[in-house]
């Protein structure tokens, strides 16, 4: 233990070394003395959360104080983002998730869309692939939707005498997991992080529900299509299975009658949903309408003080968020990101010459950088603040980079490097282990990847690159 804690704190000390060889470094160019403190912050921070020597959240609530203690800004201008509506979208998305999930509302639409779909392996694997994407506007949380189709998907297999850990399991497992936590985002609505990203681009950038499907349409058609057809191709079992009824039947009638909970919530559920789909004409904001719909749930006895306390994750997911995302906006107010795009141009246009390279190079850091770097939202922190400032010459929109690098960073090659699998397989009663659906991890990088190319005609035609 001893051992471990000198070494802990020798390899701090490096981090802070480095960080101040920087920070005391001449500023090239156009950079200012408040811009090389800032980069040699941000560098010691990096390397803190690559070496994963202190939890995330504190590195990074580190990070925004010292901004503020070496005089790279103000106090408001480190902690802006833990006031800003993208922060508080997040936090009411997730609020919003929780009381729904609370009420058993998504067991009783996941079951009873599900019942609709034949009786055979392929027909269960559709079943919940549907009934996860269906839910993927309406929940805006993949924990939740994890926690409500994995019992399922162990419930079919183990009715069914689908071996743990064989193909047939793992197919199950892909089939609700892949879009429960990675297609979601093809929607406004499907998860808090659609917010975080818009947060990420900057003043300036918002987007509809419609246009923020518009943007993903043809990559989520992409992912859908080939991740049904590597499921059915790679994790098809030999043998037919047919797949009893029955267990779908008991499922349903164990549903007990609808509560006043479960209808207030459902009543709050489809008000909301119309509402954000309607933002571009009634003018109100996500962060509104999720609002509004705390505020019902709250009345209605739905979600408690107490639920307000011990659900919101205020101590890690929304101080890393709201501190990553302030590390960010510090980007354009110390001059960094314009500094970057400059000296970035000239081997920009020699070396990425087009927006296909861009998405290729952008993806591959990522995945490699995943192997170094384990909290996932500092990966995304990372690339934003190296490949945003390179697509900019390129006429790149923020939301291609931010889009394709969050994406890329879900792999989970490693099984701790996606949160989202770590809850799916907690939930599945052992119906697989990460060595039986790793294979799923490295199609996905490639599909991501297709996926992405895809999109650039639209993008295109939209403007954005």
Request: glycine share 6%; aromatic share 14%.
């Amino acid at each position: 233990m001893k051992s471990a804690n000198i070494k802990k704190y020798v390899l701090s000390i490096l981090c802070i070394l480095i960080g101040l060889a920087i920070g005391l470094s001449r500023p090239p160019g156009e950079l200012t003395v408040e811009s090389m403190r800032y980069l040699g912050i941000f560098m010691t921070a990096v390397l803190l959360l690559i070496l994963q020597l202190y939890p995330a959240p504190l590195v990074a609530l580190f990070a925004c104080v010292a901004f503020v203690t070496f005089h790279v800004c103000t106090f408001p201008e480190a902690f802006s983002a833990w006031s800003g509506d993208t922060m508080w979208t997040v936090i009411l998305m997730m609020i919003f998730a929780t009381g729904i999930a609370k009420t058993g509302l998504i067991d009783r639409i996941a079951f009873n869309i599900i019942k609709f779909f034949p009786a055979t392996y392929t027909g269960m694997v559709v079943a919940i692939m549907a009934t996860s994407t269906i839910l993927s506007p309406i929940v805006p949380n993949s924990y939740s939707k994890c926690a409500v189709l994995g019992p399922f998907a162990a419930s079919v297999a183990k009715a069914n005498n689908i071996e743990k850990g064989s193909k047939a399991a793992a197919g199950l497992f892909c089939a609700f997991f892949v879009p429960a936590a990675i297609h979601t985002m093809a929607f406004l609505t499907g998860s808090a992080m659609t917010f975080v990203l818009i947060g990420m681009m900057g003043e300036g950038y918002s987007f509809s529900w419609f246009g923020w499907f518009m943007c993903c349409s043809v990559w989520f058609a992409v992912n859908l299509a080939l991740t049904f057809l590597f499921i059915l191709v790679y994790y098809r079992p030999k043998e037919k299975l047919n797949i009893s009824k029955e267990l779908i039947n008991r499922k349903i009638a164990e549903l007990k009658p609808m509560s006043s909970d479960e209808k207030a919530a459902s009543i709050i559920l489809i008000l909301s949903i119309l509402l954000w789909i309607t933002g571009s004409y009634t003018g109100l904001k996500p962060y509104t309408v999720a609002a509004l719909a705390f505020c019902a749930m709250f009345l209605k006895g739905i979600f408690t003080m107490k639920d307000f306390q011990d659900l919101v994750p205020w101590g890690g997911l929304i101080t890393l968020v709201a501190s990553l995302l302030s590390i960010s906006a510090l980007l354009g107010v110390v001059g960094v990101n314009h500094w970057l795009a400059s000296v970035a141009a000239p081997v920009i246009i020699r070396f990425v010459p087009n927006v296909y390279v861009f998405i290729i190079l952008l993806c591959v850091t990522t995945y490699l950088l995943r192997y170094l770097e384990c909290t996932g939202l500092a990966t995304l922190a990372i690339i934003a603040a190296i490949f945003l400032p390179i697509g900019a010459p390129l006429g790149i929109h923020p939301f291609i980079t931010l889009f394709a690098d969050y994406l890329a960073m879900l792999v989970w090659n490693l099984s701790f490097h996606n949160p989202y699998y770590l809850q799916a397989e907690a939930v599945v009663d052992g119906l697989v282990t990460h060595k039986n659906v790793v294979s799923m991890s490295y199609a996905y990088m490639v599909i991501h990847v297709l996926g992405l190319i895809a999109s650039v005609p639209l993008w295109r035609y939209l403007g954005m690159c």
